[in-house]
């Protein structure tokens, strides 16, 4: 199944103020072990415009993008789309493994 997604996110501020780092966590998960999906297409866009972005992944293999910024600003928009392409996951193993709990346990 392909699917297309978009986040906007928009501050505005009474006053200017200063933006301090950011760590944006809108980037899709793509191409997993498991056969879950692929990613596409994918933009992110970011107003007032970042001084410095660096993409990176977190210890859990998540992609983040840190930002910093510079100067006075009034608004801060943040709009991330992405397509994925989803997989069905592949077949059950055979025997399942045993819950660590009893099955009659609600």
């Keep these: 199944m392909r699917f ?7 501050y505005d501020y009474s006053a ?3 933006l301090g780092p ?8 793509g ?7 692929s990613v596409i297409a994918q ?11 660096r993409a990176a992944l977190t210890p859990e293999g998540n992609p983040v993008t ?9 608004f801060l928009e943040v709009e991330s789309r992405f397509t994925l392409d989803t997989h069905a996951p592949g ?10 709990w009893p099955p009659d346990v609600a």
């Design 43 to 53: 933009t992110l866009r970011v107003l007032p415009e970042p001084v410095a972005r």
């Design 66 to 74: 840190h930002l910093d910024f510079a100067g006075e600003t009034q």
């Design 31 to 37: 191409g997993t072990a498991s056969g879950g999906g």
């Design 16 to 18: 200017p103020i200063r």
């Design 4 to 10: 297309t997604v978009r986040h906007l996110t928009r």
């Design 91 to 100: 077949p059950l193993p055979q025997p399942l493994p045993a819950l660590p």
């Design 22 to 29: 950011h760590v944006l966590r809108l980037t899709p998960r």
